[in-house]
Each structure stands twice: as C-alpha cells, then as structure tokens.
C-alpha cells in the first residue's frame, strides 16, 4: 500500500470533447447604442481550448462621424482622424475571429455592433457562435453583487487598469474567463453558447462627410460629420391601438398586437422591429401573458423570453414567417373604415 507520500493525486477531470478549440475574446468601444453607430476601436485575445492566451490585436477606427461618449472611451475626434476605416481593418480583424467562438461581455451587444460594420462593408464575419460571460457568469452562480465587468474581474482578481479601452477590457475580460471555463469543465457544465446570424439585409443611415484635403478619406471637423450625438437607447412611440390577443395559428398579423423578439435575425433587429412599429404593431421588451406572439429563429433556446413563451403558451413563429406576414398586417377594428 503506498504512504502519502508516493500516493500520487487523483488525475484532472477530463476536458469535455464537445468544448470548442479555440476562443476569441472581444471588447469594441462604440459612438453609442443604437443601429447607426459605430465602432471607434476593438481589441481581440485570442485563447487556446483551455483559455490559454495565444496573442492579442487592438486597432482604433475611425467611425466616420462623431466619436460619441468621450467621457466613457477616451477617443476623441482628433485621435480618430488619421486611424483606419471599419473596412480597412476587417480582414485583419476576420482572420483573428475565424474558427473560434467570440467571447464578450454582453456578447450580444459587441456582436450585433460587428455584424453592423461588416455588413456596411459589404462582408460577414466568420464567427459562427458567441458565449457572453454574463450568461456564464449566472450558469457557474458566481457570487457577484451585480454583473458589470469590474465585479467579474474583482472576483478572480484580475486588475483593470484602464477601464472602457477595448485592449485592456479584452485582457481583463480574458483572465477573468479562464478561470471560469474551468470551473464549467470541471462541473460538465455544457457552455451557453448561440449561433450568430450574419445580417442578410441593411439600410445604414448615411453620414454626411467632408473629404480629407490630404488623403481624400473623410475628416473630422466642423460641419465635417452627422453629429446625432452620443444615446443611451431609443425609446419607440406608444402603439394606438388596442392589443387584439394572441396570433391565430393560421391568422395575420392585426395592428395593436404586442410582439417579442429573442435571438439573432438576418435583418438588422432594430430594422425589424421599426417596420413592425410602423405596420401599427407593439414592439414588447419581454414576454408576459398578454404576448402575442414571439418571434425568433431559436425557439428552443434557454433565453427568458423563449422559456416564458413555453410557459405561457404564446404562439412563436420564426423570422421568415413573420416578415411574410408584415407585408398584409390587418387593420385595428374600429379604427380604420
């Protein structure tokens, strides 16, 4: 029998085979929140299988309009001036991406703002699924007092140091995912992870800009960019009319009709959602038992909208089918003669 000390300890737990090989952790810093703003920088580390750190990239980019938030990114227009276009950096920032799974905080937010620029660019980036530590983060029950960056890293340690630049975001953002890929592994804890749907379909609002004297690239100045201004988000007008009920198995879309959407679209999701706004629809934030329908292209997916509309009933069609349905949406009763 052997004594402690020639007893070997017990062999690590076996990595799960249905992991990915490779990550891809990104942050971007952006003129604000909505659908026509842009990237003004974007760092990406780059991880083995087991969260490793291979190599990193950081970029500014000039987004072509007015920085936005300052304040928050630190870039102003000056420093953009001479820094690369969206589509100038694309191929690089691809080749960093491709075959790996894009890792961010809030995944969805730096995806949606990457699927805008690559569309603009009349491209797609080669990311097939995305893992937000956030979702992680809630699935391992993290003990964390709320679930910004800045709690995650101060749980592993892991210190900032220049909160709100893409680079060091990405870095604090890959040390702390590591430890946190293996406690998922070592609990056989399968990884959230969704597909990302490449936009099919985009209508940029155009940006007035003013040629560059030297290198005929627009430039920053007065009068030179759209200067909307740094939103936090857009609020939507109420919808008049009244809420109809529930979509009919074989029915049409009736003006009033609170409608939901979870998971990625090939149009735009805000593009969608302004033409369901302007067909006379309620755009609804979250799923209730006065939904009437929700529309994703994941039905089974763990989101909270899907799981309630499971819950509750409500009749779920997917994208396709709902702008199918856009095209003839029924007038409200008693609204129109």
């Known amino acids: 029998m052997l004594d402690n000390s020639t007893a070997q300890a017990p062999p690590p737990s076996p990595w799960p085979t249905a992991y990915p090989d490779g990550y891809a952790v990104v942050d971007v810093e952006t003129t604000g929140l909505g659908r026509d703003d842009r990237i003004v920088s974007a760092a990406v580390y780059r991880l083995d299988a087991r969260g490793e750190v291979q190599d990193h990239w950081y970029s500014p980019v000039n987004p072509q309009r007015d920085p936005g938030p300052v304040w928050i990114h630190g870039l102003t227009g000056a420093m953009l001036a001479?820094?690369?276009?969206?589509?100038?950096?694309?191929?690089?920032?691809?080749?960093?991406?491709?075959?790996?799974?894009?890792?961010?905080?809030?995944?969805?937010?730096?995806?949606?703002?990457?699927?805008?620029?690559?569309?603009?660019?009349?491209?797609?980036?080669?990311?097939?699924?995305?893992?937000?530590?956030?979702?992680?983060?809630?699935?391992?029950?993290?003990?964390?007092?709320?679930?910004?960056?800045?709690?995650?890293?101060?749980?592993?340690?892991?210190?900032?140091?220049?909160?709100?630049?893409?680079?060091?975001?990405?870095?604090?953002?890959?040390?702390?995912?590591?430890?946190?890929?293996?406690?998922?592994?070592?609990?056989?804890?399968?990884?959230?992870?969704?597909?990302?749907r490449p936009l099919t379909e985009w209508v940029d609002g155009a940006s007035e800009t003013v040629p560059s004297p030297r290198s005929g690239r627009p430039s920053y100045g007065p009068g030179?960019?759209?200067?909307?201004?740094?939103?936090?988000?857009?609020?939507?007008?109420?919808c008049p009319y009244p809420n109809p009920g529930r979509l009919a198995p074989d029915g049409p879309l009736v003006q009033g009709m609170r409608v939901a959407f979870s998971g990625d679209t090939g149009i735009d999701r805000e593009l969608l959602e302004d033409r369901a706004t302007d067909a006379g629809l309620h755009v609804a934030s979250s799923v209730s038992r006065l939904t009437s329908l929700l529309v994703t292209n994941d039905p089974d997916s763990p989101t909270s909208k899907a799981v309630k509309a499971r819950t509750f009933g409500t009749p779920v069609i997917d994208e396709h089918r709902f702008t199918e349905l856009l095209k003839a949406v029924t007038p409200a009763d008693g609204v129109h003669g």
């Open 224 to 238: 030179a960019y759209r200067t909307t201004g740094w939103r936090p988000s857009r609020k939507r007008p109420a």
């Open 82 to 196: 001479d820094a690369p276009l969206f589509p100038e950096i694309a191929e690089q920032l691809a080749e960093r991406l491709a075959g790996r799974v894009l890792v961010a905080h809030n995944a969805v937010f730096d995806w949606s703002m990457l699927a805008r620029e690559y569309a603009r660019a009349g491209s797609a980036a080669p990311v097939e699924q995305r893992l937000c530590t956030i979702v992680l983060a809630k699935e391992l029950r993290l003990p964390l007092a709320n679930h910004k960056l800045e709690s995650l890293a101060a749980h592993y340690g892991v210190e900032q140091r220049r909160a709100h630049h893409a680079l060091d975001d990405a870095r604090v953002l890959a040390e702390a995912f590591r430890p946190s890929l293996h406690l998922a592994a070592a609990a056989g804890l399968p990884l959230p992870l969704h597909t990302c």
